[in-house]
């Protein structure tokens, strides 16, 4: 059988993303090199990550089990417990990477600075130890957990106000103790950290403030992790989302028999908030409830309902801006709104030697994500798999947009939102019709391999 040279590839990060691609692309024999800012993989879930980049606090549980979150084919231990600390998430994506032998493809301590295109379209990157490589293909796995959305308020504060990107316990990095503090923002960070503050020997006194109430979800449903079930997929969506919805209200109940505000929305027409503790908190009475900031002034916190508080720390669980500070085109970088659309979550139509993984708010599992993209790219730069044509690509964008915004309130939080299992099952189809155009094709290879004859030509410059 002819052997024919693969396109050269750069991944740049080694996070969860990061690690599953490349070594899906080991597995293939497609050359690649990973570059990672930091000393060790992980990512997000390298806690204290020297890279400056991880959002992980101390106390930090997965809230996705680890029944979905393992990769195919390197299962979670059996002695995990069914919600893993960041710890033993941190050890398995290092482990995982040393079982399938290819840390020496790894690049440690080089944050890749720059990512432009030559004439010729190649990938020219370089990095912050000074190192610059040209690439058939880029494969970006950065992460959007890493720069943090803080809020514009309005007046000056005397206390400390703070993302939740920077908190790592109640007293690192400042002791939380006797404080008068507000959370922002009901997401999962804003209930852990909500929940683990608001105990009465830490706060004094604990606000919660956020622009709408949302749907506390259980981890567990009748002592099985709620995670494990799926709805059968020849359920219509529609009907398959009332029922979840009428399932979810029926066993939860209403939130305002918790204390805490409507939502203005049913469940999940948001990304979910998932806690077994936080609901416990808030019925103790250890939490009061606030509408937005309005505005601040000196120690005082202004409320949307026109009341104010004395307050000692504002933290902002206000979530992420997908930044690619690598890029300077334009059309590579999302709006004010983090819109960023692409096809299949992946794939700018024209650009046909860059890739976008782990790009996602999934519903139920972000960590194996990427490992579901990375079949369809493997298969690409191998000759089987071929795109569609850019409008066929463009359309399907407008289809998937519509479906989105249709069904998840207006928010920078779900500019990103999907949900696994209905998009694995359409990528496998689509993963179908791109092998038969594929054939049409004659398996040649849809981005040749062309960076390693230019990395002669400048060296011989």
Known sequence: METRELPRVCVIGAGPSGITVAKRLAEYGIPFDCYEASDEVGGNWYFKNPNGMSACYQSLHIDTSKFRLQFEDYPAPDEWPDFPHHTQLHRYFKDYVDHFGFRDRIIFGNKVISAERDADGLWVVTTDAGRTETYDVLLVCNGHHWDPRLPDYPGEFDG?????????????????????????????????????????FIASKFYLSARRGVWVLPKYVNGQVGDKRSMPAWIPPKMALKMKQRFVVKNRGQMEDYGLPKPDHLPFEAHPSASEEFLHRAGCGDITFKPAITRLDGDKVHFADGSAEEVDVV?????????????????????????????????????????????????????NFAEQQSKLIAA?????????????????????EAARSGRYYDSPRHTIQIEFEPYVRELEREMARGAKRAATHGYTLPVPARAAGAQVREGAA
């Open 315 to 367: 933290v902002c669980a206000t979530g992420y801006h997908i930044n690619f500070p690598f890029f300077a085109e334009s059309e590579l970088l999302p709006d004010e709104r983090n819109m960023f659309p692409l096809y299949r979550q992946m794939i700018k139509p024209g650009i046909d030697n860059l890739f976008f993984l782990g790009l996602a708010q999934p519903m139920p599992t972000l960590v």
């Open 380 to 400: 690409y730069l191998t000759g089987n798999y071929r795109l569609p044509s850019e409008t066929e690509m463009k359309e399907s964008m407008r289809e998937a």
């Open 160 to 200: 400390i106000l703070m993302h939740s990107h920077a908190y790592n316990d109640p007293f690192d990095p400042i002791d939380m103790r006797g404080k008068r503090i507000v959370v922002v923002g009901m997401g999962n960070s804003g209930l852990d950290i909500a929940t683990e503050l608001s105990q009465r």
